[in-house]
């Protein structure tokens, strides 16, 4: 079924996962305008975006080198990997998908052949086919990234701060926490307060106050500059002992697949996503200067 004209695939992709039908000539919730886009927007620069390792050298132009986590070293094949050279506690990641990243805290643990194999199984998946044809992921050349370990002092595990930006405007905050021992989310607005409405059931809802970052104003500021000029965005940071390190751009936040909730918010939140206009013949937009609203 993946390799269904893209126009068909996403109205049965959607429709399997919302229960709802999809009209690509008036979408009118998020994620329905998230299909939209994986058939319609296609600017060559998402690509650059939604790939780990390229995306680097827009961030460095943008906002500064300094907001990125360090990067050990970067390979096209797992076998190529110097695990010597490497210290003690490093993260790897595939460049080319969601999700795919290994956490390494203790090297002298770590079973090298063993992930060398999963590494070669990562490589070896292309986002746009095994997910719901998210084109921008199409023609990303797979590579294993190594970065740093972030850890932020007193705390198990990083908060993620995924920025919501529509026509590089930050809206509201997605933020997830304990994803590796009791993974919880809730949204925010852009003074830290918790909003009434959540990402997908299947997580827990944040329901105590949860600190705000001292950074925040800088992560909002930064994620307007990066999301400038697209229709819709999604910019993640981090913040570690208040220093700001961006994660990852995306375009199509949990593949259209989880929805928000309470029901109305699909349809609120889909109105802050205004798609540009297609030409009279309904040709994809291949160019950030093709945009007209």
């Known amino acids: ?45 998402l690509t650059k975006l939604v790939d780990k390792y390229e995306v680097r050298s827009y961030v460095k132009e943008k906002i500064g080198e300094h907001y990125l986590n ?16 490497l210290p003690n506690q490093f993260v790897i990641k595939a460049n080319h998908t969601n999700g795919h990243n290994y956490i390494v805290k203790n090297k002298d643990n770590l079973d090298k052949k063993k992930v060398i194999q999963l590494f070669k199984k990562w490589l070896g998946k292309n986002q746009y086919y095994k997910r719901g044809q998210e084109w921008a992921y199409k023609d990303v050349k797979p590579k294993i990234i190594i970065e740093k370990f972030l850890k932020e002092d007193g705390k198990n595990d990083l908060v ?84 700001t390190i961006f994660g990852e751009m995306t375009f199509y936040p949990s593949d259209a697949r989880k929805e928000f909730y309470p029901e109305k918010y699909n349809k609120i939140i889909g109105d802050y996503f205004i798609l540009p206009k297609l030409n009279a013949n309904k040709d994809t937009i291949t160019s950030l200067e093709q945009i007209e609203y």
Request: a neutral charge; glycine letters at 4%; aromatic letters at 16%.
């Open 70 to 85: 360090e990067l050990y070293a970067v390979y096209d094949q797992p076998e190529d990997i110097d695990f010597n050279s």
């Open 160 to 243: 993620d701060y995924k920025f919501y930006c529509f026509r590089g405007e930050p809206k509201f905050i997605d933020v997830h926490l304990d994803r590796e021992e009791d993974h919880k989310q809730g949204c925010f607005d852009l003074e830290f307060n918790l909003l009434p409405f959540g990402k997908s059931k299947t997580y827990k809802t944040i329901s105590s106050e949860l600190e705000k970052p001292s950074n925040l104003e800088e992560m909002v500021r930064l994620s307007r500059i990066l999301a400038e000029k697209l229709p819709f965005a999604r910019v993640d940071f981090y913040s570690v002992n208040g220093k």
């Open 1 to 45: 079924m993946r390799s269904l004209p893209p126009k068909i695939y996403v109205k049965i992709h959607y429709e399997h996962f919302s229960g709802k039908p999809l009209d690509l000539n008036n979408p009118k919730e998020f994620n329905a305008k998230i299909e939209w886009y994986k058939v319609f927007f296609r600017p060559k620069i």
